[in-house]
T-cell receptor, first 115, second 115 residues
Framework: AQSVTQPDIHITVSEGASLELRCNYS??????LFWYVQSPGQGLQLLLK??????LVQGIKGFEAEFKRSQSSFNLRKPSVHWSDAAEYFC?????????????FGGGTRLMVKP | DAGVTQSPTHLIKTRGQHVTLRCSPI?????VSWYQQVLGQGPQFIFQ?????ERGRGNFPDRFSARQFPNYSSELNVNALLLGDSALYLC???WGVGPNTGELFFGEGSRLTVL
C-alpha cells in the first residue's frame, strides 16, 4: 500500500524568506506525485505534479518540487514566500496507471508567514 | 466555466441519521471521486466513479455508498451517522481514468457536523 509522510505539521517563515516543505512517500514503483494547497474553508488546488521525466518540476505561484528516488522524497520549495502563501499544503501519491485518481494524501503542513 | 460544485456547503445532523451529499463535475469530466477530510488531517479517498461505474473504493464501511448519474453528477450517501463522520467531504472530477488524464479538480466541499 502507498503512504505519504509530511514530517512538519507547522512551519513559520518570514515573508521573503525561502521555503522547503518535506514529503516522503512509500510506493513499490515510481509513483505519480502531487502537491496541493488548501486555503481556509476552500477545496484543494493543484500546485504541481510529477509523472515522469525531469525530476525538478515547476508549478504555479512560483513553487517547484524535486523528485528524489533514492530518498523517496518530493520536497516542495519556493525561493521567496509571500504572505498570501499562508495555507495548508498536502503532498499526495497516486498509483501509476491511474494518474490523478485515488490519491493518498499526507497529513499536511500548515504554513504561517510572518510579516 | 463552472468548477466542481457541491451541495450543501454546510449541514448538521444527529447520530443515526442519514445524509446525502451532491456533486456536479466540471463540464466534460466523466470521473468523480469523493474524499473525506477530518479536521487536522489530509483527505482520505472514499470512492471513484467513472461512466456510472465504481472504479475504486477506499477503506470505508458499508454505511458509505455513492452513485453517478448519466449526466456524470454524483451523490455520496452515509447511513447511520456517527460522531466520527464529522468532516469536510470533498468531491473531485477528472476527465477520465488511466494515465495522462490530466488534473484532478476539487470542489470546496460539504462540511458535515454530526451531533
Amino acid at each position: 500500500a502507498q503512504s505519504v509522510t509530511q514530517p512538519d505539521i507547522h512551519i513559520t517563515v518570514s515573508e521573503g524568506a525561502s521555503l522547503e516543505l518535506r514529503c516522503n512517500y512509500s510506493y513499490g514503483a515510481t509513483p505519480y506525485l502531487f502537491w496541493y494547497v488548501q486555503s481556509p474553508g476552500q477545496g484543494l488546488q493543484l500546485l504541481l505534479k510529477y509523472f515522469s521525466g525531469d525530476t525538478l518540476v515547476q508549478g504555479i505561484k512560483g513553487f517547484e518540487a524535486e523528485f528524489k528516488r533514492s530518498q523517496s522524497s518530493f520536497n516542495l520549495r519556493k525561493p521567496s514566500v509571500h504572505w498570501s502563501d499562508a495555507a495548508e499544503y498536502f503532498c499526495a501519491v497516486g498509483a501509476r496507471g491511474n494518474a490523478g485518481n485515488m490519491l493518498t494524501f499526507g497529513g499536511g503542513t500548515r504554513l504561517m508567514v510572518k510579516p | 466555466d463552472a468548477g466542481v460544485t457541491q451541495s450543501p456547503t454546510h449541514l448538521i445532523k444527529t447520530r443515526g441519521q442519514h445524509v446525502t451529499l451532491r456533486c456536479s463535475p466540471i463540464s466534460g469530466h466523466k470521473s468523480v471521486s469523493w474524499y473525506q477530510q477530518v479536521l487536522g488531517q489530509g483527505p482520505q479517498f472514499i470512492f471513484q466513479y467513472y461512466e456510472k461505474e465504481e472504479r475504486g473504493r477506499g477503506n470505508f464501511p458499508d454505511r458509505f455508498s455513492a452513485r453517478q448519474f448519466p449526466n456524470y453528477s454524483s451523490e455520496l450517501n452515509v447511513n447511520a451517522l456517527l460522531l466520527g463522520d464529522s468532516a469536510l467531504y470533498l468531491c473531485a472530477s477528472i476527465w477520465g481514468v488511466g494515465p495522462n488524464t490530466g488534473e484532478l479538480f476539487f470542489g470546496e466541499g460539504s462540511r458535515l457536523t454530526v451531533l
